[in-house]
């Protein structure tokens, strides 16, 4: 029953998935069009024969896409749209590092030292991501033993004791790409007039790297971090669960009482969390302003970082538990005794 609610599910996403895509596409070749050179030359733009056959050429890719990860997610290890994703992120950076070197070493704008600086404070700001990613508070539990006569004996020596895992970070990037959508607003709705204050508007939330779009999104993450998060963790499913199955925190009562607590601890990991998902998100406007090429600097946060970070977690954990699950009991035979050296 599970598997057939689970494939209608999939068949629903890969629908809504055209439709937006056939939305999606005329708007995205407008604003191509609106980004060239003034003196680029497009043969049949303004035809409706060109933006049909654009937004169906569009519409395949995203579809042979979306059909290419699920056979990756089926036949391989890890999400297929996820990799394809980190794919793509990973194909621009060594395009932007070689013009980081170009303007570094090649240009003499601060020489070779000033870039393995760069790569080290990179390298640092990864290592940020994968605490950030994998950084939990841990809930002990205790579980009741069973005695021979069928009644639980709630003592701390006697029962199996394990934990909750609540991550700092449990919404994951999903806050900045919300924060991301929302920014488009403002300047989407002031460039529809000419006065000069909605030009003025426009212009701010349209510099991805100025102080005011900086400060609007971190808020924007802050916030969609907070609402993620509650709709996603579901204390009270947690507690009711853990009352069923005989377990209790220490010091806590079960039920209500347990599902306050998970609560109350969720809104104190999560708050240093938003922060540091937010200061990781604006990190790359904080890079530019110290001299650094814009493509270069996207590598030092926002959601490439994060994605490419949490991808690569997820497929390494995966590979970790296939190998533990199919080559368990060769790893255990596999070692030979050695002889006792007399």
Known sequence: MVRVEEKKLNQITRWLTIAITLVQGPGYIYNLYRTLPSNAFLLGFDSFAFL???VLILTT???FAMWLGEKITDKGIGNGISLLIMVGILARLPQALFQEFTSKVTNNNGGPMLLVLEIIVWLLVIIACVLLVMAVRKIPVQYARRTTTGDFEQDMLGGNRQWIPLKLNSAGVMPIIFAQAIMFIPAAVAGLSKSETSQSIAGTFSNMFGFW???VF???IVIFTFFYTAITVPTNKMADDLKRSGGFIPGVKPGIETADFLDKIMSLITFPGALFLALIAVFPAIVVSLDVQQSWAMFYGGT????MVGVA???IQQINSYLLNKHYDGLMKSGKNRKAVA
Not at 304 to 307: A, E, F, M, V
């Open 304 to 307: 490439s970082l994060i994605i």
């Open 61 to 63: 890719g995203t579809i």
């Open 218 to 220: 971190a808020m924007l």
């Open 52 to 54: 049909f056959s654009s």
């Open 313 to 315: 977690i997820d497929t």
């Open 213 to 215: 779009y900086c400060l």
